[in-house]
């Protein structure tokens, strides 16, 4: 038994109890936790036996309710109770003192816990935001590496693709004119040597296309330009011999 209790006086809170209103056992141990505030839990091996000694000294009684034995006091109980009130005085009052000092020192300990507490998770945040903005960094930095290597590769990407195009164009322009080529050292013949101005003609302007980077409203002129001369060709040159053929 708890030292709360010295002997005797655990029998006599036991009647005390009773005296307020009839209890099964369980109500009595939930009460006793209840006012001692939880430092004080008796168990159960410690008031059946109990109850059961009051009322076969005729201090209490019992009937079943819903199954449970609901202890009330009798009028021995009362007699024994009345007799023994300023006993059961100071015992309240040492309940009444043990538990303000017990609730002074948990109030302490919370307060303390608290205080550690806070300083923990300030200490916790601090450190989370220390480490958010270190992490930040590097994380800003690793995204900037990878977003120069990204352009580093698509611009290696574009370069390689535009230089696979011109040899791609140049190769057929080349595979185109090779008959021309071929031809280059007949003398004599207006057709071949009007293929080979037309070819040089194509390759010069085929370098200055590349090599000026035009945008659309360049090359729109460009391509007005070679409409315009073709349609001069057929009217003002080629027909013209047809028609004086």
Do not use: C
């Amino acid at each position: 038994m708890s030292p709360v209790f010295g002997h005797g006086r655990l029998r006599l809170y036991l009647l005390k109890l009773l005296e307020e209103s009839p209890r099964h056992g369980y109500e009595v141990i939930r009460l006793l936790q209840d006012r001692f505030l939880g430092i004080y839990s008796p168990s159960p091996g410690t008031i059946y036996p109990r109850l059961a000694r009051l009322e076969s000294e005729g201090l209490v009684t019992h009937e079943v309710v819903k199954g449970k034995k609901v202890y009330q006091l009798t009028d021995k109980g009362r007699a024994e109770l009345e007799r023994r009130m300023d006993e059961l005085a100071d015992l309240e009052e040492e309940i009444s003192a043990s538990a303000q000092e017990f609730a002074r020192g948990v109030q302490q300990d919370v307060r303390q816990t608290v205080r550690s507490l806070r300083e923990e998770l300030t200490q916790a945040a601090r450190e989370m935001r220390d480490q958010g903005r270190t992490t930040a960094w590097q994380a800003w930095r690793d995204s900037t590496e990878r977003q120069k290597e990204e352009w580093r590769r698509q611009k290696g990407h574009w370069r390689e693709q535009g230089q696979a195009l011109k040899d791609e164009w140049r190769q057929n322009w080349e595979n185109a004119w090779r008959s021309v080529r071929t031809a280059d050292t007949a003398t004599g013949d207006p057709q071949l040597e009007f293929e080979q101005a037309l070819r040089r003609f194509v390759e010069d302007a085929r370098q200055e296309a590349w090599g000026a980077h035009a945008d659309e409203e360049t090359l729109a002129a460009a391509r007005a330009l070679l409409e315009e001369t073709t349609e001069r060709l057929r009217t003002e040159i080629f027909r013209r011999r047809i028609d004086e053929g």
